[in-house]
């Protein structure tokens, strides 16, 4: 009897042993997610297609970021397109256009305008961390989904926190892949949702590599993603985030 | 021959029927000149403030109302600009493109509509064009020009000559750039237009903003709101053949349409109030004369007159001064709006008050048919309705009682 209680007690502790240890709390979910996204820094080639009832663009972009806070976004084709340029450092945002030959400071107010005519806002570009400081996450439900499971994190704002948004739904992967992401506006109705469509291998790390943001109240318009070449982790010269390399780029 | 006793019976008291008569009339004038004022007033505010900027009433894609996309866009602008200037009461269409941008000078910035507008025909409905604190309208033969509101001017720090980076999304989503010189700035007065609206060229704003010949609005004036208004059937007609709706002034302008309605509703309480009372003195005058005449009416009923003729000649009674008494009021109530019409009113209130409520400092009450005889006859009305009791009384009586009453 004994023996047989033993085994009964070690294959339960071998089963529920991993359920348990991965399942973090929300907090450490979410920063996990964005750290594997982002990390300490990147360096990433990305295509944004904008999809509209009556046209489709394509635009092509090579992104920076450093940190939590610095992101440059440099768009490299088609040539209608190429050469503008966007700047976030801290909380302020700059936008370079080469017909121009101009930077301008983005007006708070414009910071809920769409991104290069996408699907994204300027405040997309530059409050995606808000969702780690501004909010208060929990963990709300964990399913089974193709081998991995897969937990949805409410996040809520902090009382007087500047967002925009009435709570945002998070679903990231037991590998912290960042698989969905619903918005929800002050009156708790989802506004728009990013999905990711296909997950792959970048710089040895599972990631998003192409995700679609689908607005919600426009149901035949998306703006689709892909990132098809990455690199975490690397060092990058301090004069990539400043506003004399945004207008004159070296390298 | 009930009318011609009743008429009789009228001036056997002359003095408390002129004093009948007197409150009538000064009921029925008031309530003439007080409506027209009102209408007169309204009118003005609502004219005022839509020939700022939104015109008497606008053509829009369907769906622009709701949601105000440059992509939403009418594809042949003149086709429709014509048709609608072909249209009794319209006198203007102008075409409108309104995008959305950031406006730059050195380091400051701020969002901004950037208005690309037809400087012949919006100076026409727009009152922007004289209304320039600086420098001077947009002209046809313009062409990197731009105006724009003094509060905007000054929270960019530009003057009249300097030059603006402007920057937004085009239709097709991509990157609308350009330069423009500032032609001159406008002071409108109502402070959300001046510090958000520039206005360049239509053709330039239709190239910057990819909009390939097209327009997003069609703003239209005419010779009166009142005759735009009469227009917008005919407006709605070409509307929709060409998948375009009209929008008019109250959807434009709710929060206006809807101060006024509830102005117009609390000053019918008033009216209403001011109807009841006199019309309970009148009916009051003219119960007291009944029951002096009770033992008069027993006699005529000994005669051999029905009790139903006694009542409906005081009733006539009734009806020959209301009728009398508020056609002296309209006429000396209109005679007086009229004069005040050609007059004006000037107002003892500071004008810059006034002007934050799209409101002349000299003001002209309208006379119309409504205004002249929704006071009168509801005034008309209510003692002819009341006067059924004293009728009722009267009708009750039996010559044996009526005779002995004291």
Redesign the interface.
């Given at each position: 009897m004994v023996p047989r209680r033993l085994l009964v007690t070690i294959l339960a502790a071998m089963t529920a042993a991993p359920a348990l240890a991965a399942t973090p709390n929300a907090d450490v979910i979410l920063r996990q997610a964005f750290a594997n996204y982002r990390s300490s820094s990147s360096q990433s080639t990305v295509a944004m297609t904008?999809h509209?009832p009556d046209?489709e663009?394509r635009l092509q972009m090579k992104g920076w970021t450093r940190g939590d806070n610095d992101a440059l976004v440099r768009f490299i084709a088609p040539a209608?397109?190429a050469g503008?340029a966007t700047l976030k450092v801290g909380g302020d945002t700059w936008?370079y256009?080469p017909?121009?030959n101009?930077v301008?400071?983005?007006?708070g107010?414009?910071m809920s305008?769409?991104w290069?005519?996408?699907d994204f806002s300027y405040n997309d570009l530059s409050k995606s961390e808000d969702i780690i400081t501004d909010y208060t996450h929990r963990l709300v439900a964990t399913a089974q989904v193709s081998g991995h499971a897969v937990w949805t994190v409410e996040a809520t704002p902090k009382p007087g926190a500047p967002v925009v948004w009435g709570k945002v739904a998070l679903e990231v992967r037991d590998d912290y892949v960042l698989m969905g992401e619903t918005f929800f506006d002050q009156d708790m109705k989802p506004a728009r949702r990013m999905t990711a469509d296909r997950v792959g291998i970048l710089a040895g790390r599972p990631y998003p590599v192409s995700m679609t943001m689908h607005p919600l109240d426009q149901p035949s318009q998306w703006t689709r993603i892909e990132t098809s070449d990455a690199k975490f982790d690397v060092a990058l010269p301090a004069y990539l985030f400043t506003l004399s390399n945004l207008q004159n780029p070296r390298s | 021959m009930l009318v011609a006793l009743a008429w009789r019976n009228l001036w056997r008291r002359p003095q408390r029927t002129i004093l009948s008569l007197i409150s009538i009339a000064i009921v029925s004038g008031l309530l003439v000149f007080v409506l027209s004022f009102q209408d007169g007033v309204y009118s003005t505010m609502k004219e005022t403030t839509l020939r700022i900027f939104d015109g008497y009433a606008q053509l829009q894609p369907t769906g622009y109302a709701d949601d105000p996309r440059l992509?939403l866009a009418i594809g042949h602008p003149d086709e429709l600009v014509r048709a609608a200037e072909g249209v009794d009461g319209v006198t203007t269409a102008a075409a409108r493109v309104n995008g959305?941008a950031?406006l730059?000078n050195g380091?400051r910035?701020?969002?901004a509509a950037v208005v690309g507008v037809d400087p012949a025909s919006e100076a026409k409905i727009s009152t922007i064009a004289s209304r320039m604190s600086g420098g001077r309208y947009l002209r046809a033969d313009d062409t990197n020009k731009a105006i724009l509101g003094d509060i905007l001017a000054k929270n960019l720090g530009v003057k009249v000559g300097g030059k603006l980076?402007m920057?937004g999304?085009?239709r097709?989503?991509?990157?609308a750039?350009?330069?423009l010189t500032v032609a001159g700035v406008y002071h409108s007065g109502i402070p959300d237009l001046d510090r958000s609206i520039l206005e360049m060229p239509l053709a330039r704003a239709q190239d910057t903003f990819g909009m390939e010949g097209a327009a997003n609005t069609i703003v239209l004036g005419g010779p009166s709101l009142a005759a735009v208004n009469r227009a917008l059937p005919a407006l709605d007609a070409i509307g929709r053949r060409s998948g375009v709706a009209v929008r008019d002034w109250q959807a434009m302008e709710p929060a206006l349409r809807d101060a006024i309605d509830l102005k117009y509703a609390t000053s019918m309480l008033f009216y209403a109030s001011l109807v009841v009372v006199v019309a309970f003195i009148i009916l009051n005058t003219l119960l007291m004369s009944v029951l002096e005449r009770t033992r008069e009416f027993g006699m005529l009923l000994a005669l051999g007159m029905r009790s139903g003729q006694i009542g409906a000649m005081v009733w006539i009674e009734l009806l020959g001064l209301a009728l009398l008494g508020s056609a002296i009021g309209v006429a000396i109530g209109a005679a007086v709006t009229l004069w005040l019409q050609n007059q004006g009113i000037v107002m003892p209130i500071d004008p810059k008050l006034l002007a934050q409520f799209g409101v002349p400092s000299r003001l002209y009450p309208a006379l119309t048919a409504f205004s002249a005889l929704a006071g009168p006859a509801a005034l008309l009305l209510t003692i002819v309705v009341g006067g059924l009791v004293p009728y009722l009384r009267v009708a009750r009586l039996t010559p044996a009682i009526a005779m002995r009453a004291s």
């Open positions: 904008v509209r046209w663009r209608k397109d503008n936008v256009n017909k121009l101009q301008i400071k983005l007006p107010s414009m305008q769409s290069m005519g996408s | 992509e959305f950031i730059a380091s910035s701020y969002a980076t920057l999304s085009a097709d989503g991509s990157v750039a350009d330069v």
